[in-house]
């Protein structure tokens, strides 16, 4: 019988989600796959067969190097939850089907909350049907919201990417003598952890942002306009950080104060964009100052530009971990980090029950948010500060960082 | 008498603009002035006397370092304007009076169009007076809209960050097998240089963008759409940049049909904004897909993490030669950078007079611009491709971009 693997990527994009990708690759190859395949854009491209031979995409050493250091998914993802096997066995025989025809023993998939509950549901059905075929997690995601892992690859990129913007942005803001007010908008619908990151800009060189707004907790707009009109006072370059999915406590999104036009993706997941414009409209309306939104957007999950060295060699190890896992017969298991100590930062990796992870939001402890919600403790920057410490910079060719990518580029 | 010179910064910060400071700083030390001071806030903080000595800003070697690496003004930038000499004389007397006081036979001013109408207004009246003190401009803008000078100092970091940023962004809009349209905006009223780095976002591993808009052609709406459309035909993923500066036939900032809201500055400059988001609307709401509007915002001029050694070593060079040449007794010049040759790329320095490059504005020349307006030639590629070219990265600080700082940092 044939040893054949394979893996998927799922939901959002990271920076370093392709590490995790070449983890996988690389550990399979060595623990004697026969083969290694991709399924392309996750678990829906595999039910149309949309599977390659990951040998024939990643040919050399620096083909694996490259891999490492693009951001975005290499194969692709998706954004699609399977459903419940009582509700419909029949995509599930058809994924068992395909599973047979390339001859399957293991099958890995890098993703977030929504791609642990497909790990979860085709353990249950292996089980349900006696398939020895194993079925493995590995952690991925930008918005650290994994249950039971100390903290996500994927996130400490973005919180590098993030504490170096606002850092950046701040330094902007100083540069005129004249009262401006930035409203700097980053992801994270649910859970604070990447705008807390924002924190990080308070160094000996920075004077860091006045007002950080995570969506733990209601956003009350009067007292935010008060806040910021005490702050005018005193201060010339006020700066804000708030997350996109900040909520009044009516449970309205403070997007949904506006005209925009919203999307809502097929996970029901509205989309989020525009509360940094519409609190910085509002503040210049009333106070008569300059002000500036500006929306990091997707360069958070994929600027490949600026990686955290820790973020993509813990990527690169719970890829790996995941694979010899599975191959001394785990399953039903999602690889986890587990932080030994902070200082000095030593990590190691374990496998966990997916059940217990599948689903469940891990959200910023309360008492980490202070000053009223508008500021965070020293836990959690000392939290974050070791996992975006040094750099694996891109490849550089003819001045632009160069990527490994799947198809053939038409021109 | 003292050999005293001063040095100011002024219009928007870029992520070199401190190393063309750092050139005048080091060269008038090492060519024998005594004090290099420094005004804050350009013209407008000198007329409050808000001046700095910068040997005590500047202290080592390695204070140097990071001031070539720090982006932003160091000193802080102003947006003022000198009245005309025959309007008001009085602010004349006022800036010359402050000049003598601090024993000042020479003046570097580092900035764009409206700074070099400072040097000229300056030395015009410096001869009127007959007063001895030099007055040196030194180009600095990432718009690159200097005439005369082959490119200007700041530009190369912001287009390498524009076309590194959109390689990165077209990955990032790769990931889904959805059809998906990216509005990219980017910085540029009236120019397109900014707009045309996506450009090099095409290489070997990058299909580029579909369709650049620069600010040279007026934007026709209905043909935008149009092609949107056919491209939607046989394209998932469409990625468009667009400078913030279109404008339509009828003279209208395509921003104008949106009811966000709009500041002007003290130069009576529009503040602009809203362009992509408006756009992206528009191709949701007509064609019923998926669309992302991306402002690259301050980052493109201020993201210190990602510039261009070639454009930090010209900034460097240019605040030397301006040195250089006041010293030899030259006035009411700027120095200027002439190409010499393209491949392999080399490039000198030399001056020009002040009064046939102030107020002048450079555009893309129409030649350039091909396929209707919605792309550009080989020749504006090979023309950015060499100022983009390799890197002087951050020195990096407990994993962010350590900055120098002129004022003490209050927590």
Known sequence: MANNVIVGQSGGPTAVINSSLAGVFKTA?????????????????????????????????????????????????????????????????????????????????????????????????????????????????????????????????????????????????????????????????????LTGAAALAT???????????????PFDFDDFMERVGHLLETKKNVVIAVSEGIKTKDDKYVFELTDHTEYVDSFGHKQLSGTARFLADSISAKYGCKSRAVELSTLQRCAGHLTSRVDITEAYQVGGSAVKAAFEGETGKMVILKRVSNDPYICTTDIFDVHKIANIEKKVPLEWITEGGTGVSEELVNYIRPLIQAELTPIMITGQPRHIVCDDIVH
Chains 1, 2 share one sequence.
């Open 29 to 193: 190859k060595d623990l004697g796959a026969d083969k290694v395949y991709g399924m392309r854009h996750g678990i829906h491209g595999f039910l149309e067969r949309n599977i390659v031979d990951m040998s024939e995409k990643i040919c050399s050493d620096l083909d694996l190097e490259l891999l490492k250091r693009t951001p975005s998914a290499f194969l692709g993802s998706c954004r699609y939850k399977l459903p419940e096997i009582s509700e419909d066995k029949e995509v599930y025989d058809k994924i068992f089907e395909i599973l047979k025809e390339y001859d399957i023993s293991a099958f890995f998939y890098i993703g977030g909350n929504d791609s642990m509950d497909t790990i979860k549901k085709l353990s249950d059905y292996a089980l349900l049907i006696n398939s020895p075929i194993r079925f493995m997690g590995v952690p991925k995601t930008i918005d650290n919201d994994l249950a039971v892992t100390d903290h996500t690859p994927g996130y400490g990129s973005a919180a590098k990417y993030i504490a170096s913007a606002t850092k950046e942005l701040i330094r902007d803001g100083l540069v005129y003598d004249i009262q401006q007010v930035t409203v700097i908008e980053i992801m994270g619908r649910n859970a604070g952890w």
């Open 203 to 217: 160094c000996e060189d920075c004077e860091g942002v006045d007002l950080l707004y995570l969506p733990e907790l």
